[in-house]
C-alpha cells in the first residue's frame, strides 16, 4: 500500500512564457485535455495506495484545490510550503504525516510535472522499488537513456541487488556533451529521474543522520502545524529555520542503502520546449502543433497558440509561443538557454514572468481582458454554489453584465437575482457581495472604473475562505 507523495512546486520558468511563476508547468494541459499535475495524479489509479499528499507553495493552494477537484482526488492532502526548501525538507514533511497518520506503506515520491506514457512498464518498475524498499533500501529510478543528454542528471549503477535493480556508485551533476557521449557508450548510467520508492522511517533516520537540523525543523513544523480550510500549513517560522536541499545532496548521495531500479518507460521531464516538442505527436514534417496554426513549407517547428491564429512560412527548428500578453520566437535546440532570457526580463521588472492574464481564486477564475489608466475589463467565472467575499472599494465602482448562469447579488442590506443579458451597478465605497446559487458556472463580465484599479484595494468583511 504506497502512499503517493506528489510534488507540485516550481518557479514556471522553462516553459516561458506559457508557464509563469503565478502558474508553473505543472498546472498546464501541455500534453492532453490535462495538466500535468492531473496526469500524475491519474497515475495513480488502480495503484494500491492511499490517498495522495500534495505538497505545493502557499501561493498556489487554489489552483492546486481545483485541479485535485477536477482529478477527483478524493481524500487527498494538500500540504502548502511557505517557501520551497527544496526536495529533502518536503518529502520529510510527507514522511512524519505518513507515521503520525499510520500509513505503514512505502513513499512512493512523483514530481508532478513529468511524462510517462507507459504506464504497464512503469508500473512493474514500481514492483521491483517496493520490494527493494522492504528490504530497508531508498530507491531511485534511473531512466534507461536513449542519446546523450546533458540537460539531465545521471546515476551509475553498481552491482546487482538480485533481479529488482542496483547498487547505486554515485550521482552526477549535468555532463557535457563528451561526458554524456561517454556514459551512453559505457551503458551503466541512467537519467536521474527524480522519483522515489522509500520507506518512511528509513528515509527519516537517514536524514536525521546527515542533516539533522533539516529534520527537527521539519519536526518542529509538523508539529504546529494548523488546518486551514482544506489545506494543511505546517508552522512557517519552523520550517524556514530548515537548511534548503534536495533529496540526492542531503541523503541519496551519503547513504549506503541507496538503490536504483531502471525505468524504460518513455520518461520525460518536460524541462524544456524542445523536450516537450519530443513528447508530443507531429506531423509528416516533424511540426508539433497546438492551437490555431498553420504551416507551410517548415519543418521541425514546436508551435503553441494560446488566443490567436499563428501562422508559420518557410522556417526551420524553431519554438513559437503565442500568449495573450507575450510571444516567444527561439531555436528549439536552445531551449535550455529559455531561464537566461527570463532572468533578463524580470531584471527589468516585467510582469510577464511572473503573472498570467487568467488568475485563479477559491470560487472560480477571472482573466483580465482590458487594462487602461482607470478602467479594466474582467472576464469572471464562478464555480455553482461559491461566493466571494463581502467586501468594498474605496477608489472603484464595477458594473457586472451576467453572459451566462444567474448571479446573486447582495447590495449593502438588499439581496436580488440578475439574470443572462441583465446588469446591475457597485458604486465606490457600498459593501457588495457576489455568489452563484445556480448549478452551473456562473459567467459575467466586469467593468471596473476608477481612480485606482489595483487587487489590494479590496476590503473583505466576510470570507468563507478565510482570506485577510
Given at each position: 500500500?504506497?502512499?503517493?507523495?506528489?510534488?507540485?512546486?516550481?518557479?514556471?520558468?522553462?516553459?516561458?512564457?506559457?508557464?509563469?511563476?503565478?502558474?508553473?508547468?505543472?498546472?498546464?494541459?501541455?500534453?492532453?485535455?490535462?495538466?500535468?499535475?492531473?496526469?500524475?495524479?491519474?497515475?495513480?489509479?488502480?495503484?494500491?495506495?492511499?490517498?495522495?499528499?500534495?505538497?505545493?507553495?502557499?501561493?498556489?493552494?487554489?489552483?492546486?484545490?481545483?485541479?485535485?477537484?477536477?482529478?477527483?482526488?478524493?481524500?487527498?492532502?494538500?500540504?502548502?510550503?511557505?517557501?520551497?526548501?527544496?526536495?529533502?525538507?518536503?518529502?520529510?514533511?510527507?514522511?512524519?504525516?505518513?507515521?503520525?497518520?499510520?500509513?505503514?506503506?512505502?513513499?512512493?515520491?512523483?514530481?508532478?510535472?513529468?511524462?510517462?506514457?507507459?504506464?504497464?512498464?512503469?508500473?512493474?518498475?514500481?514492483?521491483?522499488?517496493?520490494?527493494?524498499?522492504?528490504?530497508?533500501?531508498?530507491?531511485?529510478?534511473?531512466?534507461?537513456?536513449?542519446?546523450?543528454?546533458?540537460?539531465?542528471?545521471?546515476?551509475?549503477?553498481?552491482?546487482?541487488?538480485?533481479?529488482?535493480?542496483?547498487?547505486?556508485?554515485?550521482?552526477?551533476?549535468?555532463?557535457?556533451?563528451?561526458?554524456?557521449?561517454?556514459?551512453?557508450?559505457?551503458?551503466?548510467?541512467?537519467?536521474?529521474?527524480?522519483?522515489?520508492?522509500?520507506?518512511?522511517?528509513?528515509?527519516?533516520?537517514?536524514?536525521?543522520?546527515?542533516?539533522?537540523?533539516?529534520?527537527?525543523?521539519?519536526?518542529?513544523?509538523?508539529?504546529?502545524?494548523?488546518?486551514?480550510?482544506?489545506?494543511?500549513r505546517p508552522a512557517p517560522d519552523a520550517f524556514l529555520a530548515s537548511p534548503a536541499g534536495s533529496i540526492d545532496v542531503a541523503v541519496m548521495e551519503r547513504t549506503e542503502a541507496a538503490a536504483m531500479v531502471p525505468l524504460a518507460a518513455g520518461w520525460s521531464d518536460i524541462g524544456s520546449w524542445q523536450a516537450l516538442w519530443e513528447a508530443l505527436p507531429r506531423d509528416a514534417d516533424d511540426n508539433a502543433l497546438r492551437g490555431d496554426v498553420v504551416c507551410a513549407a517548415s519543418h521541425g517547428l514546436m508551435v503553441h497558440a494560446e488566443s490567436r491564429l499563428v501562422a508559420a512560412l518557410g522556417v526551420e527548428d524553431l519554438v513559437i509561443v503565442e500568449t495573450d500578453d507575450a510571444v516567444l520566437v527561439a531555436d528549439r535546440t536552445r531551449a535550455q538557454a529559455l531561464r537566461g532570457l527570463v532572468a533578463r526580463l524580470e531584471e527589468q521588472g516585467r510582469d510577464e514572468t511572473r503573472r498570467t492574464t487568467t488568475v485563479f481564486r477559491p470560487w472560480g477564475h477571472y482573466q483580465s481582458l482590458d487594462v487602461g489608466p482607470r478602467h479594466q475589463v474582467k472576464h469572471i467565472t464562478v464555480r455553482p454554489g461559491a461566493r466571494l467575499s463581502r467586501q468594498l472599494h474605496h477608489h472603484r465602482a464595477e458594473h457586472w453584465v451576467v453572459v451566462s448562469g444567474t448571479a446573486r447579488v447582495t447590495l449593502d442590506d438588499e439581496t436580488y437575482l440578475i439574470g443572462e443579458n441583465e446588469s446591475t451597478f457597485i458604486p465606490v465605497g457600498r459593501v457588495h457581495c457576489l455568489e452563484n446559487p445556480g448549478s452551473v458556472s456562473l459567467e459575467l463580465i466586469e467593468v471596473q472604473s476608477g481612480s485606482y484599479l489595483g487587487e489590494d484595494d479590496i476590503v473583505r468583511l466576510d470570507d468563507r475562505y478565510g482570506r485577510e
Open positions: 500500500m504506497f502512499t503517493p507523495v506528489i510534488l507540485a512546486g516550481g518557479d514556471g520558468v522553462r516553459l516561458w512564457p506559457l508557464s509563469r511563476r503565478q502558474r508553473p508547468k505543472q498546472f498546464l494541459s501541455l500534453l492532453d485535455e490535462r495538466s500535468l499535475l492531473g496526469q500524475t495524479l491519474a497515475r495513480l489509479e488502480g495503484l494500491e495506495a492511499t490517498p495522495p499528499i500534495v505538497i505545493c507553495h502557499e501561493a498556489h493552494r487554489f489552483l492546486a484545490a481545483e485541479q485535485l477537484r477536477r482529478a477527483g482526488a478524493v481524500g487527498a492532502t494538500l500540504l502548502l510550503e511557505p517557501e520551497g526548501r527544496g526536495t529533502a525538507p518536503a518529502i520529510a514533511l510527507a514522511a512524519l504525516l505518513a507515521e503520525a497518520e499510520g500509513r505503514d506503506g512505502p513513499l512512493l515520491v512523483l514530481p508532478s510535472d513529468h511524462h510517462l506514457p507507459d504506464e504497464a512498464a512503469f508500473r512493474s518498475a514500481l514492483g521491483a522499488a517496493a520490494r527493494l524498499a522492504g528490504q530497508g533500501r531508498l530507491v531511485t529510478f534511473g531512466v534507461v537513456p536513449i542519446r546523450a543528454e546533458t540537460g539531465y542528471g545521471y546515476i551509475r549503477a553498481g552491482e546487482p541487488l538480485g533481479e529488482a535493480g542496483f547498487s547505486v556508485v554515485r550521482f552526477v551533476e549535468k555532463p557535457d556533451a563528451a561526458t554524456a557521449e561517454a556514459f551512453l557508450v559505457a551503458g551503466d548510467h541512467y537519467w536521474n529521474s527524480g522519483i522515489f520508492v522509500l520507506p518512511a522511517g528509513g528515509y527519516l533516520a537517514a536524514l536525521g543522520a546527515f542533516e539533522p537540523a533539516m529534520l527537527d525543523a521539519c519536526r518542529r513544523a509538523m508539529a504546529g502545524a494548523a488546518t486551514d480550510l482544506d489545506f494543511l
